[in-house]
């Protein structure tokens, strides 16, 4: 029954292979890659050129120096030497968030400030996610505070 087999594959049953083999470097064609694709950034030398056309130079105007942003610029930096005394300069740090003003402390202190503010707010609530990634960076400093942290010597 073994010859049934073997001479019925090799009579009817061809393996399927395709082998592409050229003699000569020349006989290979090329693929064209990325055919139909439009570069979109210019890479062609120093001046850009939009289809042969300039690109429009953009209108100048000068910045205004005496805006309210400018003009007020470091104006409470020596309120505690040259003011009356009675404010301190903390409290001139107005866009500053709560939890961040005034504090001389590294990310794990502050965390804990504005964990601490917030938890009496409706933030836990609102914005559950938020309040979990606050949850999870706290717990991995706290951790690695307690991991890492070198102590005093012992009194032995």
Same mark, same amino acid.
């Given at each position: 029954?073994?010859?049934?087999?073997?001479?019925?594959?090799?009579?009817?049953?061809?393996?399927?292979?395709?082998?592409?083999?050229?003699?000569?470097?020349?006989?290979?064609?090329?693929?064209?890659?990325?055919?139909?694709?439009?570069?979109?950034?210019?890479?062609?030398?120093?001046?850009?050129?939009?289809?042969?056309?300039?690109?429009?130079?953009?209108?100048?105007?000068?910045?205004?120096?005496?805006?309210?942003? @400018?003009?007020?610029?470091?104006?409470?930096?020596?309120?505690?030497?040259?003011?009356?005394?009675?404010?301190?300069?903390?409290?001139?740090?107005?866009?500053?968030?709560?939890?961040?003003?005034?504090?001389?402390?590294?990310?794990?202190?502050?965390?804990?400030?504005?964990?601490?503010?917030?938890?009496?707010?409706?933030?836990?609530?609102?914005?559950?996610?938020?309040?979990?990634?606050?949850?999870?960076?706290?717990?991995?400093?706290?951790?690695?505070?307690?991991?890492?942290? @070198?102590?005093?010597?012992?009194?032995?």
């Amino acid at each position: 029954m073994s010859w049934f087999g073997s001479s019925f594959l090799n009579t009817f049953w061809r393996p399927a292979v395709n082998i592409v083999r050229t003699r000569y470097h020349a006989d290979k064609t090329r693929v064209i890659a990325r055919y139909g694709y439009k570069e979109k950034l210019w890479s062609g030398g120093l001046l850009p050129r939009s289809q042969g056309l300039a690109l429009p130079m953009p209108e100048y105007r000068p910045s205004n120096a005496w805006s309210e942003r @400018k003009a007020l610029f470091g104006q409470n930096d020596y309120i505690d030497i040259l003011g009356t005394g009675n404010v301190h300069p903390v409290k001139t740090l107005y866009t500053v968030p709560s939890w961040i003003r005034g504090v001389s402390g590294k990310e794990y202190h502050i965390l804990l400030r504005k964990k601490k503010m917030w938890a009496s707010t409706a933030t836990p609530q609102m914005r559950p996610t938020k309040w979990r990634e606050i949850q999870k960076r706290f717990s991995f400093l706290y951790r690695k505070l307690n991991r890492k942290t @070198k102590t005093g010597q012992s009194p032995d």
